[in-house]
């Protein structure tokens, strides 16, 4: 019996966790005893029914989650498809006194309609996100069976609404250490910088530490998850743990942290930074998911692929191999985009947008035959339509599109740098009737230079 449901799990679940997520480059530090959770949850992979809850925090300081979000969440995620269960919690209460980690400078305040309308937003996203993370999961482990665990979702404002400071600070205050506090990353990187740091900002920790007392005192939750920005944060918490839950020798708490995910000149990719690329797909459209991923570099491919998939290291390891074998292709480029896509967004989404980016870059077979509708769809879904009148001309369509002037646009043209259909036809000045060229006499493939072709409505 138990050799029968071994030989069914995927032979992902056999692996211990902590070391899959470890070889994945998904963990930045784990806090002691690390041996002890190794060894419960191999306990579990080995067929005992050793579930832990684990969670991870969001400040609704945004409308939408963004793809830096997602690294500690796809922790959360490896866990869930494995049986067991995450929280995650929006900050209804820490979002009102801004969280220092990694900042430089203070956060303004956010207006309360706002606030709200960003809580809403991100607990449907994060609902979402294992939703869509549970149909992905079935679809690429058709041939087992999976037990998912269950994700709930919190917001800290529930419990924080009740507590009275007076309270508070009388039941807590003194088992809250001044000197720890003061020795958190976020505390002396501001103060070393000069930056100011209101008391709000200071006692943030108190408010996180508090967060996870409170989900492991009532509801075991003994691991927390966070990028490793939030590590002062999360030990906050783990202190308080120790020093008022008997429990915790039987069941000691957990901080995780996973490495912060960078540009290529090492800023955080954030709200901060005000580089996101958030997963909302009225401000991402998936295309736009689908382009940034289709954009990695070759020596980012694998790590993607580790962090934001849930495909098996060994089948990662084959696609980056064949990638590498004709890089040109950008495979592994394709892979990661439509992996991704799939996940955030589903299949669907992600078949056009593939479909879109076969368009665009030139990946079209010479006679492949395009439905004009069907583009006019998918690139105003996509929203990279141009429109045009079948009267303009070409320099007139060129210079605006390029968004440069008439002469630069004379001059790419002499170049013979602009093509008609994708990369099929050469264009010359003297062109002066579009009909000929448009697909289903509605729709007009330019490509300007290398890289980029526009897909234009032509009335
Ligand atoms: N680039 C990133 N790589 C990995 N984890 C990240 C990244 N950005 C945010 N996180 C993690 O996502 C969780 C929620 O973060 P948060 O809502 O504060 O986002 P943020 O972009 O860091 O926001 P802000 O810039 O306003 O601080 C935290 O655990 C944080 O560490
Ligand atoms: N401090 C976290 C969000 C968070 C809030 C409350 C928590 O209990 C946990 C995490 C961040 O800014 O990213």
Redesign the pocket.
Known sequence: MFLRRYLSTPSVLRENLIKELQLRGLIAQISKPEKWLVEKLQSRDNGNNNKVKLY????P??KSL????L??LMVLLNFYVRGHSVVTLVGGATGRVG?P???ITE?SEMATDIRANNIEAISEQLVRFFKNGKKYYERKNKHNTVEFGEHILKDNYSWWKEVKMLDFLAQYGRHIRVQAMLSRDSVTSRLANQGSLGFNEFTYQILQAYDFFHLYKEHNVSIQ??????WGNITAGLDLIGRLEPKSKELPAFAV??????TANGE??????GN?VFIDPEINTPFEIFQFFYNTEDADIARFLQIFTLLPRGKIQSIVADHLRSPHLRKGQNILAKEVTELLHGVDASNEAEEVSNVLFGKLKRHEKLDASRLIELCSKARILQHANKSENLIDLLARLTNDSKSAAKRKISQGSIYLHSDQIKVSESLTNWDPYLIDNKVLLMKIGKQKTFVIEMK
């Open positions: 991870c925090g969001v400040d300081t945004a963004h793809l830096g979000n690294v500690p969280d980690s990694g900042r956060r998850v966070g990028g490793n920005d939030q942290t996973t490495p912060l995910l960078s955080k990719f954030g709200k901060s930074a996101a």
